[in-house]
């Protein structure tokens, strides 16, 4: 079998001082944190896509990767087993326990359906056996129902119910992939579950559709037996204008609404948290709160660009807080953080990929111990505590009992038994707390 | 009783040649569009706060405009009572049937709120005599539980359940005042109701206290027999990072969440939409299709500034989609046009309230002609159900009726039976479309 | 030769009243407006790219569209000839005076530089014929330095010499080739002039060498006896995270200061506008203002989406006030209006082309009708003249003269006898006198 | 004399592993890196205004700021000594070297400029006494010629000249104290010099007054001897709908055509700089790349709020980049880090202006560690240098030098000599360099 990562070695831990940059220097698969490994919290995953299919090119411009298990002159399926070789040769060697896929990632789509099922089962029998070689496990499975043409007007959401069909179609057969690959969950990303204008959309018909789409996939999962999670991953817009699976709380209002709130959870990306005008903090706190957090896709955007970047989390600032949250909740039940993320085209090395995920990773991982700090610590959620103590006794108790009306609540005002006091918010010292508990874990090491 | 607009008449209509800056071009009240008259359809109401409470100040600089009834060295009730003779001077000339206000734009705020409330009682009577003299109708009333130091942390959201109990209060009286007046609606704009930053903020209990507080407004309604409807207007930030209203999908969700569907519409503004990265159209069609529709704040946003400029509407191409989406779901109940509604720092002259309210009528009824002759050449409802056709029959309608499965629709795919040929959504031609029928409305008069 | 666009002839002028998806409402290109014919003053272009060389791809999937020119099994030179015919005739039925193509969309990449010249010398032979058939002209010509993978860091601005000199060998074939046919003016876009990390960059070294290539566009421009413009094209990142040209100021300024400003003119988009934070109409006025416009590409953006969607104009609101400023500047010299634009991928049929210019032709001469309207009235120049007419005369104009330092100026204040008094700026009353403008000109047809 | 700041004592460094809320965890004011203190690196100024000046007051809401010296009933000029003893008591325990201010921060002002400037006499003495006692100097003076009214249409660029005049004479007299108060720099920040609709607006007109005014700015500054450096303030919008200001690369153009580029320097806002669409890091690299920088204002925005937030800077990641930039090249000149930053409105306890300023402080002083770790080991320029190598010899040498022609490149590409090879910008190991590099800062402590 070809080396295609030739002059990398495996990827390990050398601690902060190393000057090799090919290895972690946070990321220690076992070291122990709040009575986890690293390895178990993070449940890092290796996406294909960007990863292993993407060329590097972009709307202005061609490929520029050296990916010869793309550019080459092979078959389609003699391709697809190349690019599987490079792919577990690249997973082993970064030493991280899941990977990712889409089925037409893996296999390519044949001139009929029944066709394409047919590569895909070759693939997966592939699959099967570097997973067994390797030890790699299966985070998630997916279905591309957004790149072909048939696709336009979205899948599910298509005013045609013959590509709404054929979705399922699809979807069908991945799921039964993933679950033969036993998966930990199965994620379905709403691409262009959209709309380009509204001159043309009913967006009641079409929620009506994606719920009803939904409850199939439901039952499905049950039929097969699948274990896993079914995530939706929230994305306000790109390639439509405008997608239904907006953010964590228009998804959160879906679910409950169609009824399918027990059987979902969102895997939340950090980039799609800020194209919707949101922090990532904020989207992990908001489905954490409300229990319907599933899993991560880690990748960053650009602050000052309006599109999907997709980059490798390199902020531990940001992730931390979102770690935080995390690990406030209980940690990941099936999930973990995806890297479904894209080198710039200008890193056209294969190289680039070790430095992408490695410092990703890193990351991740320097998070997780500035979160184990905050949490160890307790500042925070003792300043939380007392911030709402009132609520949880006498006056406040009793309003959320139902024990007082709103006249009632006017009458105490007006005898003048109530009049508040505003006290500060202290955002700026629990910044400041923030910031002291980063350094303190990074100094900490 | 002194004059404060002494330099204009009352406003009338004279048609499109007419060169007189104080009349209007297009609104004609009495004229019927579809069966009914211009000024039912619209249901126009001019704000207190901007057009009357607001001296033109800004974070950068203070006061600029010529309002007599705000610089004077008036007593605070006599200085109300000013006031509202020129709101109501300004309304009769401008020949709006309704008007809105916050309980402290048209009544000091006392050292108690039982002072409070006294002076809204009395500025509430004079009020129903103005009313009585004009025929000028409330549209709606509402609280202000956002300038105030003590609701710095929010009202209903607030940590302190004190705070939520002085909200209580001010809001059951205003609530009180509404009725007595006649409103056909009451608001509630949660201006503080979200949260400055997440480090001290936990959302589910907040939203939990909304909820509760929502519940205890409902009771509050019945027990009073008010009739009008009960709005909440969403607002993504500003002055919060975060409001918890963000947009009409997330409000839509939290009332169902917590029961409070049945009773709750909401009051869009077009430049709240923008802010939280929707379109105007999006957020009225999203609300019209599932049954929350409300009412409407008609002031527009500066596309290239990232706050809420609260400008006169002046886009028919904006506004006009959203009316069809009005018209479409059968026009207003007890909502209308509200211009909540702020002149620029510079237009400093009494007048330039006249400019500012023609302007942003005749841009509605310009608005509403364009609606019209969209829905009554009925070409875009005959293309959407052209495009949609294939869910009322056949697969699509078996497929809606749960009578196949996903593995169902795999076996059909895969045996060739289906697929699904993609058609043009026809976007520019749509786009066109819209285009010749604004033009249409316009030169037709 | 074969027809592409069997299901349409020839599009005319038909007035507002025509039914024909496939007739001018508005643009009647003899008629004379403010005294030039509308052909005179809109000189509009269709561009090659988006409209005959793109297939509809995204970054998210595969071409759509129905272009039997591009997705043949045909040899590249044949396929661009194909693809000529196809451009020709649909340039003749639409009627344009002009059309723009950048290299690589007439004439395919050889193996070699030499081999690529060759193939372009081929193509400018071919269109040399088409045009003299058809009497469209060329509005101007640009080369692709942004597509290859060699442009991956820049053209001019690549931290290898090597790649500049690729470029300017690509450049100055293609400006050679604008000249023999006639071009009346010559592009640069600089897609990847920019850059995608600071880490890796040299801002002021990379803009030394653009200004050195500029000037030697200029020299190799009069070595050719080339007439025509020389236009840069701002853009503020997309391709790149951020680039050098990034709106009309930074450019104007880049001129000055590389002593290239007597040479260039700007090219102006709408969209590239509005991702920068301003409005079209800033940019154009700015450009007139400052004696560096040339030319214009008409498309707007999607004022919810951050990235470049291409669209036909459509919006007369938005056009007009950037028409005005043209006209007031004495309208184009060599440029014109070019439609650098986009179908929405949903556009799949033959016939959208044709929908998405006819609606955006129309836009740009209704557009021209409402701004001569506002220029032969005269009403915002006379206020404009009126409101700076304290700097034509007394202390302005002492002032400007340098007859007053900064201490005379203080000295007077301080005596008293200067006290300025605010004046409204009228925006209410300006913004009304633009919409009664707009409605009288769509009125009067 | 009264103690504001009773809870708190001088603020000292203590180390990393303080738990004292109001010490300095990493600012040692007298520790050297890089061969200068960490005073002489960072030269740190708290502002007037929004520290001692402002109440805590936004557009929807009062004051909540416990401030006696605002609240107080006190006469305006008692007022601003009592305010100016809390502002030394406070500069004196955050143990800071610099303080910035506007006329009207320390000031009241009259009936009369001649009042106005009386007063700021007055309190230039009182500035001077306690500036002797506390050794507290001034980092730069400016004048509010944005707050009251009669700036509404802009200062200098405003289209009445009387305004002009009373902005000159306001600067004359502050240009005059600030140089009696030793302050090392005069800033002009922009705030109404731009504007609030183009309808009525001349921007090239106005420009040229802008021209006019600096230059009489740089006449007095020489009358005066103020050895001090002149510094504009860019920001793209807010107040104003666009400020002329826009960013550095405008601020440079405008500088350069009008002949101002020795004189003037910027004063770069971190806030700004994203308002205007560029990262911090980018503003500062143009700044210095250009010879255009100054000094900055430390302030950060919310990344989810399109206005100025004006926050403290607490991101190492985003500020050690930009203090990189200011040490490679040569570090502040009479420059520094100003505080122009603003608390919460709930921050409404005078011990969370310590809580701000220590954690900006310590933000900053982290950041010059991590930026001074980046220049010695010296990587990034190491590889920067190597990027560009080829343009200092050879092919890319003689271009620079004008030894080759646009066709003479083209011939040379042509005959095959020339093919260049793209390689990896190696963006994600650049990216992992400075993270690695900010955790061995931050634990070398």
């Not at 986890?36 to 960007?50: F, G």
Request: aromatic fraction near 10%; charged fraction near 25%.
């Amino acid at each position: 079998m070809a080396e295609f990562f030739s002059t990398v070695d495996a990827v390990r831990y050398e601690g902060p001082e190393s000057d090799n940059d090919y290895a972690y220097r946070v990321y220690d698969a076992d070291r122990v944190v709040l009575g986890k490994t690293m390895r178990e919290h993070l449940r890092i995953a290796v996406c294909y896509w960007h990863s292993f299919s993407w060329a590097g090119n972009d709307v202005f411009g061609a490929g520029t990767f050296d990916r010869p298990w793309i550019d080459g002159e092979l078959a389609p399926m003699d391709a697809a087993k190349v690019k599987m070789e490079a792919a577990f040769e690249f997973l082993t060697k970064l030493g991280v326990p899941y990977f990712c896929f889409h089925d037409v990632d893996i296999a390519p789509a044949g001139d009929t359906f029944a066709e394409s099922r047919r590569n895909l089962e070759v693939m997966v029998a592939q699959a099967e056996q570097h997973m067994a070689e390797t030890g790699v496990q299966l985070l998630w499975g997916t279905s591309n129902c957004f790149s072909h043409p048939r696709f336009a007007a979205g899948a599910a959401t298509n005013p045609d119910p013959e590509v709404f069909a054929y979705a399922a179609a699809q979807i069908s057969a991945a799921m039964e992939m993933t679950h033969r690959l036993g998966g930990a969950n199965y994620v379905l990303w709403g691409g262009r579950e959209g709309y380009e204008t509204l001159l043309n959309t009913r967006m009641r018909q079409e929620a009506d559709q994606l719920a009803r789409f939904l409850h199939l996939v439901v039952e499905r999962k049950h039929e097969l037996g699948f274990a896993g999670t079914l995530l939706i991953e929230p994305k306000p817009q790109e390639p439509t204008k405008h997608q239904y699976d907006y953010d964590c709380a228009t998804v959160h209002g879906f679910l409950d609404r169609y009824d399918l709130a027990e059987e979902f959870r969102v895997n939340i990306e950090c980039n799609h948290a800020t194209l919707a005008g949101h922090s990532f903090h904020h989207e992990v706190a908001y489905a954490v709160d409300n229990g319907i957090f599933g899993s991560v896709d880690a990748n960053r955007g650009d602050a000052q660009n309006g599109w999907d970047t997709d980059q490798f989390p390199n902020s531990v600032e940001e992730v931390s807080l979102a770690v935080y949250e995390i690990l406030r909740g209980g940690g990941f039940d099936t999930g973990g953080f995806n890297f479904d993320t894209k080198l710039r085209r200008q890193s056209m090395a294969r190289e680039d990929l070790f430095h992408g995920h490695i410092g990703g990773i890193d990351t991740l991982a320097q998070s997780l111990l500035v979160a184990a700090e905050l949490l160890e610590r307790g500042t925070l959620e003792s300043l939380r505590d007392a911030r709402y103590a009132g609520w949880s006794q006498g006056l406040g108790a009793q309003i959320l009992a139902g024990e007082h009306s709103l006249k009632d609540l006017e009458q105490q005002v007006a005898s003048g038994q109530l009049d508040p006091t505003p006290v500060s918010g202290e955002q700026e010292r629990l910044e400041n707390l923030v910031n002291r508990a980063l350094w303190r874990a990074i100094a900490a090491g």
